[in-house]
């Protein structure tokens, strides 16, 4: 094991499946530094090695595929260098989108075994594989407005791919989906019982891999469709409120759209709670999610990601994160100071400086 990530080829034949498991249950497996550097320089080391047919990934224990990445430390960083640059937290968010790009852009079959919770920079690496199995107790959330993050790790690319106003609806509530809300989403591609996992494992050990890897995707979607899943799926959340949703975010003034959402008042119990995430998380977040979803809506993925880089040192910079984790994960009161009561009171000016490059950020390298 190294960095908390267990790294193993798997298969008796010449090409075999490489194996990642996320190994730090006690934290949901949330992301450290040194296990990006693990799992980029493996995945890289993998894409080139003519042996290796496709990769697995998932998480140790049974509680949850990956929490996100380690927001207290990336607080520690914060608090270290008020007004930045905040080294370790911004190199952080580099290697990370690194490792992100490099999923989305992978040649050969990634599996992803997205069972429990999934969040944060959890949801980047399910987001970016090709074939993204939930289970029926998968719990997908991007939950950065409650602490004056935003939705990084590509969520700017798969969120605006969402059906709908989906995508802007889960980044500006932190709302939580289930698998059949993924698959409705396209953040699932396939949906099997979490108790299925090993006998995956092992269909893609005995493969019959070819040196094609377009016929290798083909495989892994075959084998993972001819599965019946062992569980029942979770009911649909997302679907059958679509039109509420979309009318709901609709238009391009946020405050409009804060307004419709603080009166909804509908029965739907998953709504009402999702309304409770947006009018209890940051004002300001609530901002710069809206205008960087906005404005990454046509952009490439290697635009999303740069772009993504220059919000995060921003807000790195800027105290209301700091303050969200405290509120939330430190000293855990839930009564965070934030900086403005309401959408409204942010000046326009001060959102556009989150938006503009910062100085001394890292710079994106992205793999080749």
């Known amino acids: 094991m190294t960095g908390e990530v267990r790294v193993q080829l798997v298969g008796d034949g010449a090409r075999k499946v490489g194996r990642l498991t996320l190994d730090a249950p006690k934290t949901l497996n949330s992301l450290t530094l040194d296990m990006v ?17 496709a990769v697995f990934i998932d998480g140790a224990g049974d509680k949850a595929f990956c929490a996100g990445g380690d927001v207290q430390a990336l607080r520690n960083s914060s608090l270290a260098t008020p007004g930045g640059p905040c080294e370790y937290a911004e190199n952080f968010f580099a290697r990370e989108y690194r490792m992100n790009y490099l999923l989305h852009t992978y040649p050969k079959p990634i599996v992803c075994w997205g069972h429990g919770v999934v969040m944060g920079g959890g949801l980047g690496i399910l987001a970016g594989c090709s074939h993204r199995v939930v289970s ?12 004056a993050l935003f939705p990084d790790v590509g969520g700017s690319w798969f969120l605006n791919r969402m059906p709908g106003q989906v995508g802007r609806f889960l980044a500006l509530t932190a709302a939580n989906i289930n698998a059949t809300d993924a698959l409705f989403a396209g953040l699932g591609s396939h ?14 050990a005995a493969q019959a891999w070819s040196d094609d ?16 899943p062992s569980a029942e799926q979770p009911a649909a959340q997302v679907e059958p409120v679509l039109s509420d949703i979309n009318s709901l975010m609709a238009g391009d003034d946020l405050a409009v ?20 995430g947006l009018l209890h998380g940051s004002s300001l977040a609530a901002c710069w999610i ?10 490439s993925l290697s635009e999303v990601f740069r772009s993504e880089l220059r919000l995060g040192a921003n807000v790195l910079r800027f105290p209301e994160f700091a303050e969200g984790v405290r509120a939330l994960l430190v000293d855990k009161d839930r009564n965070p100071a934030w900086s403005f009561p309401d959408v409204r009171s942010v000046p326009e000016a ?7 490059e910062p100085e001394g950020a890292p710079v994106l390298e992205l793999p080749e």
Do not use: H
């Open 37 to 53: 550097e693990v799992l980029a320089e493996t995945l890289l080391s993998w894409r080139d090695d003519p042996c290796v047919a």
């Open 136 to 147: 029926e107790r998968t719990r997908i959330g991007m939950p950065e407005i409650t602490i």
């Open 191 to 204: 949906f099997l019982g979490a108790d299925q996992r090993e006998a995956v494992v092992n269909q893609l």
């Open 213 to 228: 890897a377009d016929s290798n995707r083909k495989a892994v979607t075959d084998l993972l469709s001819a599965l019946a």
């Open 257 to 276: 759209i804060v307004d419709r959402v603080e009166n909804y008042s509908g029965e739907n119990e998953w709504l009402q709670k999702a309304k409770a």
């Open 290 to 299: 809206f205008r960087q979803l906005n404005e990454t809506r046509d952009a």
């Open 350 to 356: 001060l959102i556009g400086q989150f938006f503009e």
